[in-house]
């Protein structure tokens, strides 16, 4: 697929990778980019940068209405992409249930119900869908362990819908960043790759049809140690 010319839906679009991947297809052309946000003002910026190209649309992934309703305002859509996220911090042992639970219900629960939505459009175009995961969705860290099991979660969903939707027509990605350079990984003291850089690595691997996307350096380095070797990766994180 390719983005020029296309229709395409970013959740998550008011800030970090969500944002740059809606800055980078509308400089890519897009003809449309639809931009949710759980605070529809929070897209202002964007939406006086771009004008009429890009629709704002609100969505709170734990609000299964907001969905609904939001995909009632979308007629064609040839990609979805599947972004916003939350990262609790977590640990699986010590963390609050309720933490954990959010991240299942954002990362796993939130992506399921907005596939659903949209899921009638995207066939419509025979279209794709991308996920971003995480590559602790490989292999769990510790410290993030209920992040890693919702991005585990994600991973399989992400599976799931490729076996399924190819039938159908429609392409799913799975993308597996690093550390990227936003709010989310204020805390994470690792090398980071900037959020633009990884959302245009991220189109020009959905434009080669990949189906497993490792958009930065350090994801190169742990994916392909993961198709070796999936046990040194899940000793690495482990120790990490
Ligand atoms: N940064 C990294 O190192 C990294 C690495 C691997 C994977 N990822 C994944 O990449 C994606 C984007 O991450 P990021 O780094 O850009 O994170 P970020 O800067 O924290 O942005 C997260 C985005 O998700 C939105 N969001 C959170 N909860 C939501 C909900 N319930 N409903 C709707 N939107 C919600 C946020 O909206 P608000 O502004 O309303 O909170 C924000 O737009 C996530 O799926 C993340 O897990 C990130």
Known sequence: MKVATSHILVTGANRGIGKSLVEVALEFGAAR?????RDEESLHGLQS?????????????????????AATRVEKLDL????????????????????????MQTNYFGTLAVT????????????????LLSVVALAS??????YSASKAAALSLTQALRG??????????????????TDMAREITLPKTAPDVVARAIYAAIGRGEEDIFPDAMAQQVGGQWLKAPKEIERMFGAM
């Open 33 to 37: 980019v639809y931009a949710t946000a």
């Open 49 to 69: 940068r771009f004008g009429d190209r890009l629709v704002p649309l609100v969505i709170d992934l734990t609000k299964p209405d907001s969905i609904v309703k």
């Open 80 to 103: 979805l992409i599947n972004n916003a996220g939350v990262l609790s911090s977590a640990g699986l042992v010590s963390g609050r249930i309720e933490e954990i639970e959010r991240d």
């Open 116 to 131: 659903r939505a949209f899921l009638p459009a995207i066939e419509r175009s025979r279209g794709s869908i991308a996920n």
């Open 141 to 146: 860290m510790p410290g993030l362990g209920a």
């Open 164 to 181: 399924e939707l190819i039938k159908r027509g429609v392409h799913v990605h799975a993308v597996f960043p690093g550390p990227v350079d």
